[in-house]
């Protein structure tokens, strides 16, 4: 059984700093693209960032590029998003998935597998 868990969430002042994590089980990680997507109150899921679990290959979102690092730890199945330098604009629940490279899908919502989220807030 595939499964996501994200942790790491919570409330933070602007320009602030969270690490969240997503451990993931049930599938052979470095066959998977894992990304990071958010969804504010009243608006659309949107992508964040994105990393191949096989040769590390990265997207960022142009809002959150320079201030937020994704990162994959193959040997746990787990991969980080770093948020620095966080906005009131940030807050959102930040939700894990992902998806077999093989499928051609990048960073967007097709993406097979999701875990059920965590909330960001960050306060001005």
């Known amino acids: 059984e595939v499964q996501l868990v994200e942790s790491g969430g919570g409330l933070v002042q602007a320009g602030g700093s969270l690490r969240l994590s997503c451990a993931a089980s049930?599938?052979?990680?470095?066959?998977?693209?894992i990304g990071w997507f958010r969804q504010a109150p009243g608006k659309e899921r949107e992508g964040v960032s994105c990393?191949?679990?096989?040769?590390?290959?990265?997207y960022y979102a142009d809002s959150v590029k320079g201030r937020f690092t994704i990162s994959s730890d193959n040997a746990k199945n787990t991969v980080y998003l770093q948020m620095n330098s966080l906005k009131p604009e940030d807050t959102a629940v930040y939700y894990c998935?992902?998806?077999?490279?093989?499928?051609?899908?990048?960073?967007?919502?097709?993406?097979?597998?999701w875990g059920q989220g965590t909330q960001v807030t960050v306060s001005s």
């Open positions: 049930g599938f052979t990680f470095d066959d998977y693209a």
């Open positions: 990393i191949s679990s096989s040769d590390g290959s990265t």
């Open positions: 998935a992902a998806d077999q490279l093989s499928s051609g899908s990048w960073c967007n919502l097709e993406y097979d597998y």
